[in-house]
């Protein structure tokens, strides 16, 4: 559903009360849409439209951003601090900002000081500014000291982050959505842009009327984007990497290669051709599902066509095998000479509106602009910028967020800090979840509602400001730094997380030492400064927030020598256009793949697939779009599609409760009876609290440690209706 300066929506009523719009970029998802907001003469949030000369949404939004002036007086907002020392036992009393961060610091120094500098764990997020990011790295990496830190982006973005370093030497996806505009074949990986960032989406059906090219969509699942397309591989779940094989089998045995581009910017293709010759089309069918005629069609259109490309989400990084099978796709387009031109690229789709911010600046997993802490050259550059010493920073990283939380079970993990992320209902295997929280000394949340599910497991609760109303950027899917004006001031007595995190590093020694900017444009100074260099992609340096906005967002690179007085700045739509990778000889590494299928699989007890994702109206955990009547009406209630050939067989009627059960726990959920899914599968939309994730595995990822939330095995029971009709009111109201 997208709503454009044609398709007035009744929310255009409020025009009428508008005196003035203030330009901004949409909070959600990281399509990375720009947003005008508008403010009735008492300065409250009444409108949004969008930007009409803006080249990622070009005037149009999805649901999410039309509405999304009425998150700012959403029910649930936290406004004051809230302290106690037993949760369960106590309730949480309100204190003032002074009180809550003394107390925070001395808990965390205290922690530190009894079980050692990692036992207190930090998770943020990829919601929060990149200048937000940048300053709660300073304060982990510089003055708390813990290794320990990660970011919410393990669960989606993990893989692909993996993936391209291990391809490409360095994280950054290489392409842009100018490139739908080039292509000549395009496969969606797991990929179901209309419900997933549909102004993308939106973007490539353009590309495709104004010129017609094969669009193949990879799912299990008849997706919107699989209806729309040419072919569609309703592979088995979590064997990517059988097909990639099995096309790069086809490429090379057909000698369909682009032989000059290999021997010139690759390395590893013989391994690669040695391993790929045991995934021939017939072998490869039998194990992926995909009929080898299928696999070699779709080989010779990929590799035949003048620019390819290939798309990908969380089909692909949320599996066990998740970075293995985005070095697939690179290698797929690296043998195919298709990266770094136009129309000509293995771009992933990221999911929240600053997972790219959080990669880039964040210091989760390493040091920021993508500066590595197992690198001692990197160590010593960013201890001397910040004026600490470098034997303060660890030598390697730490634990990743599905690595915290095992941690936490076994006692070495004592208190935890969660930044904007809601692990009560975004985690696999919630009860083991609630376990573990529940033996922590100490609990933060940092939020900008005070209802999220985890915080009643808290000690303490930091009300945070919300999107814009702070100032700062965001990162998108194509490498575009988009500027959030604040809108409107903070709540109550939320502060914005930048100031949240800087005056937090007051109360550590370090924080005494290091200098922490007052603005977060002091703080994209130094991240300018930082991202200086001969050979960095990652240069943001030709960049200031005044010119981010009057070019509606400039690509990375863009350095210094870039910029032209006065100018509207574009910057670099592409990476690796020179052939030139970021590894130590500028080679991009092909890397053989064998498929060990080490998933759950359906069996006699269980014999349903289980499979995840997004509907439209909803982001994430419903924090915000659960409260927006204009967004949850469409979509209140948990369901599982179902495909009615099985419900005849197991006698359960649309629209009817049922149980879904597996080896891990239970959910009771609606059936929506649709041939969207297959006999032996069923899906759930993974929003909802109590639901998916009460039966979800989450295997993890070898590489990235991203959790297989896709994949699991369940069955299905009848239960009392009336019951379950009870159970489910209660679980939707918010
Ligand atoms: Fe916001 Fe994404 Fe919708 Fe654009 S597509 S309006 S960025 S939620």
Redesign the pocket.
């Known amino acids: 559903m997208l709503f454009g300066r044609k398709d007035r929506n009744p929310i255009r009523i409020a025009d009428k009360q508008v005196k003035e719009w203030k330009y901004t970029t949409?909070?959600?998802?990281?399509?990375?849409?720009s947003?005008n907001v508008g403010l009735d003469e008492d300065g409250n949030a009444v409108a949004t439209q969008?930007v009409a000369d803006a080249d990622v949404?070009r005037g149009k939004?999805?649901?999410?951003?039309?509405f999304?002036h009425e998150l700012f007086k959403a029910a649930g907002r936290g406004d004051n601090p809230l302290i106690r020392s037993k949760p369960y036992e106590e309730d949480f009393k309100e204190t003032d900002w002074d009180s809550a961060l003394d107390h925070m610091g001395a808990e965390i120094q205290r922690i530190q000081q009894e079980h050692g500098k990692d036992s207190f764990a930090i998770i943020s997020t990829g919601q929060l500014l990149t200048e937000e990011f940048y300053t709660l790295g300073k304060l982990a990496r510089g003055c708390i000291g813990s290794n320990n830190y990660d970011g919410n982006t393990t669960l989606c973005m993990a893989s692909a982050v993996s993936g391209y370093k291990r391809s490409f030497g360095s994280d950054g996806p290489p392409g842009c959505y100018d490139d739908f505009e080039h292509t000549e074949c395009l496969i969606a990986w797991g990929s179901n842009l209309p419900e997933q960032?549909?102004?993308?989406y939106w973007r490539l059906k353009e590309a495709l009327e104004k010129r017609k090219f094969p669009l193949i969509v990879v799912d299990p699942r008849v997706t919107m984007l699989a209806q729309f397309a040419d072919m569609h591989l309703p592979i088995t779940p979590g064997t990517d990497l059988v097909l990639m094989n099995s096309l790069m089998h086809v490429i090379l045995a057909e000698g369909l290669e682009d032989r000059e581009y290999i021997n010139a910017h690759t390395k590893g293709i013989e391994e690669v051709e040695a391993c790929v010759k045991d995934y021939d089309p017939i072998t490869a069918s039998k194990i992926c599902g995909i009929d080898e005629d299928t696999i070699r069609n779709v080989a010779r259109l990929y590799a035949k066509a003048g620019a390819a490309m290939s798309i990908w989400t969380m089909g692909i990084n949320q599996s066990t095998h998740g970075s293995d099978g985005v070095v697939g796709i690179n290698s797929l387009n690296l043998i195919t000479g298709n990266i770094g031109k136009p129309g000509g690229t293995s771009l992933s789709i990221t999911g929240q509106?600053n997972a790219m911010g959080t990669r880039e600046w964040s210091s989760c997993s390493g040091l920021p602009g993508y500066r590595a802490l197992e690198k001692p050259e990197h160590r010593k550059e960013i201890a001397e910028f910040w004026g600490i010493d470098e034997e303060f920073f660890p030598k390697k990283r730490g634990l990743t967020e599905t690595d915290i939380f095992p941690a936490i079970e076994t006692g070495q993990i004592k208190g935890l800090w969660l930044v904007a992320t809601n692990p009560m209902t975004s985690m696999p295997n919630t009860a083991r979840i609630r376990k573990t929280l529940e033996k922590l000394d100490f609990l933060v949340i940092q939020d900008a509602y005070a209802d999220v599910e985890t915080t009643q497991y808290a000690h303490m609760f930091l009300p945070a400001a919300v999107w814009a109303e702070k100032e700062g950027c965001f990162t998108n899917t194509e490498r575009r730094v988009n500027i959030v004006r604040q809108v409107v001031k903070p709540k109550g007595n939320t502060k914005p997380d930048f100031w949240i995190f800087k005056e937090l590093a007051k109360r550590f020694p370090n924080g005494q030492k290091i200098h922490f900017p007052e603005t977060p444009e002091g703080a994209f100074e130094e991240m300018k400064q930082l991202s200086k260099g001969d050979k960095r992609t990652l240069d943001i340096s030709g960049m200031t927030h005044d010119l981010i906005e009057k070019s509606r967002g400039i690509q990375w690179p863009y350095r210094e020598d870039d910029h032209q007085d006065d100018a509207v700045a574009k910057g670099n739509p592409r990476l690796y256009s020179d052939g030139v990778f970021q590894t130590p000889d500028g080679k991009a590494n092909l890397i053989p793949l064998p498929f060990i299928n080490n998933n759950e699989v359906p069996d006699d007890d269980y014999p349903f697939w289980m499979n995840s994702g997004r509907v439209v109206e909803h982001?994430h955990t419903r924090t915000r779009t659960g409260k927006l009547g204009n967004l949850n009406k469409f979509s209140p209630t948990p369901y599982m599609e179902m495909n009615p050939d099985a419900a005849r067989e197991l006698g359960v009627a649309h629209q009817s409760y049922v149980r879904l059960v597996s080896r891990r726990g239970d959910a009771v959920v609606m059936v929506q009876l649709t041939q969207r899914v297959p006999r032996n599968m069923v899906f759930i939309p993974f929003h909802f609290h109590d639901c998916v994730n009460r039966v979800s595995l989450g295997l993890l990822d070898p590489h990235s440690r991203q959790p297989a939330f896709k994949q699991c095995a369940v069955r299905i029971e009848k239960v009392d209706q009336q019951l379950a009709g009870e159970l489910n009111a209660e679980r939707r109201t918010y």
């Open positions: 949409c909070g959600y998802c990281s399509t990375g849409c947003i969008g949404n939004l999805c649901i999410k951003g039309i999304e960032h549909p102004i993308i509106c982001f």
